[in-house]
Structures are given as C-alpha cells and as structure tokens.
Antibody
Framework: QLQLQESGPGLVKPSETLSLTCTVSGGSINSSSYYWGWIRQPPGKGLEWIGSLYYSGRTYYNPSLKSRITISVDTSKSQFSLKLSSVTAADTAVYYCASMFRGLYDCWGQGTLVTVSS | ETVMTQSPGTLSVSPGERATLSCRAS??????LAWYQQKPGQAPRLLIYGASTRATGIPARFSGGGSGTEFTLTISSLQYEDFALYYCQQYNNWPSWTFGQGTKVEI
C-alpha cells in the first residue's frame, strides 16, 4: 500500500527558502501511472495546489507561485522535494504531498505544518 | 485557470437529514470532477471521482452528480462521522488541478 511522508523544518524565517521532502514507500516513484504533487492549506483555509511532478522530472507549477517554486525528484531515494523561496507569513500552512493517479489525489501524506516567523 | 466555486460555505444539518453540496466550474471540466472529505487534523480523503463514482470503501449514502460546469455531492442520511469539510477538485484542465474553497458540513 502506497504511503507518503513529509519531512522538513517546521519553522522558517521570512525571506528564506522553505524546503520539504516527501518519501514514498509501498510503491514505485518511477511508476508511469503516477504524478506526485504538493498541496498546502493555510490555517483555517482551503486547499491550494502548489505543483506536480512526473517521475521523468517534468514539472507543473501553480502560476501564482511559479516564480518561487522548485519541485524535484530523487528516484534513488524514492523522494520528491519542494523548495519555496522568499517566504512570508502568507506561506504559513500545512503542506501535504500526495500521489496523483489520472489527476486524482488518491494517497496523501499526513501533512506538516510550516510556520514562517522570525 | 479553471476556478472552482463551492456553495454554501457552511451547511448546518441534523443527523439523519439529507445534505446537498454544490460545485461550479468557471469552464467545462466534463466529468473530471472529484470530491474529498477532510476531518480536523487529517489529510483529505477521496470520496468521489468521475463526478459520480464512489472511491473504494466509500458508503453508498454519498453520491455525486453533474457534468460540464455544475456538480453536486449528496449525503443521503448524515451520520455523525460525516460532519467535516468537503472540497471539489477538477482534473480536466491540467496541468492545473484546482480545488474549490470548501463547504463545511456542521451540526
């Protein structure tokens, strides 16, 4: 059974870069059937798609965040990562990684809260 | 970008009652519409895909309908465990997989 787990710092200073990693287990990150995505949820608010990645390295980003995002994959470690630069308090959120099958988010990590504060 | 708009923002119902949630897309998404349920402190869970197909293990009291730009999620007889947040998501107009803003179903 596919499992995903986010990891990374829970506190990031304003203007710095947020870095998170998602470790995939119970399935292959090289699967041609899946995309891998990052979604965030600010406290008390809704879900926002950040970006997605195919195992080949092809990436797709939310246009509103595109200038600050880098999503990459390390197939040898069965991991994919998110970097979000120049963060502000507005980037405080629970960050989820998820597998995407035919566009559906079918398996989610538990989420990790990242707070942007000095 | 396809904008997804859900209504109402909050739906107050009693256990055993029927709840109907709406989702509207700013452009056609065909039947490529999914619904997710999120409980406090948990990740969302896939309920419905293809506008009307229940995901594995989802009770029959959940049903979805619609196509194009107008969609509904109906919970036929609310159970206590159904009080949660519900999000719609389009996956037709990729590579932008956008969510609605959510509907809270409360007692």
């Amino acid at each position: 059974q596919l499992q995903l787990q986010e990891s990374g710092p829970g506190l990031v200073k304003p203007s710095e870069t947020l870095s998170l990693t998602c470790t995939v287990s119970g399935g292959s990150i090289n699967s041609s059937s899946y995309y891998w995505g990052w979604i965030r949820q600010p406290p008390g608010k809704g879900l926002e798609w950040i970006g997605s990645l195919y195992y080949s390295g092809r990436t797709y980003y939310n246009p509103s965040l595109k200038s600050r995002i880098t999503i990459s994959v390390d197939t040898s470690k069965s991991q994919f990562s998110l970097k979000l630069s120049s963060v502000t308090a507005a980037d405080t959120a629970v960050y989820y990684c998820a597998s995407m099958f035919r566009g559906l988010y079918d398996c989610w990590g538990q989420g990790t809260l990242v707070t942007v504060s000095s | 970008e396809t904008v997804m708009t859900q209504s109402p923002g909050t739906l107050s119902v009693s256990p055993g009652e029927r709840a109907t949630l709406s989702c509207r897309a700013s452009q056609s998404v065909s039947s490529n519409l999914a619904w997710y349920q999120q409980k406090p402190g948990q990740a969302p869970r896939l309920l419905i895909y293809g506008a009307s197909t229940r995901a594995t293990g989802i009770p029959a009291r959940f049903s979805g309908g619609g196509s194009g730009t107008e969609f509904t999620l109906t919970i036929s007889s609310l159970q206590y465990e159904d009080f949660a947040l519900y999000y719609c998501q389009q996956y037709n107009n990729w590579p932008s997989w956008t969510f609605g803003q959510g509907t809270k179903v409360e007692i």
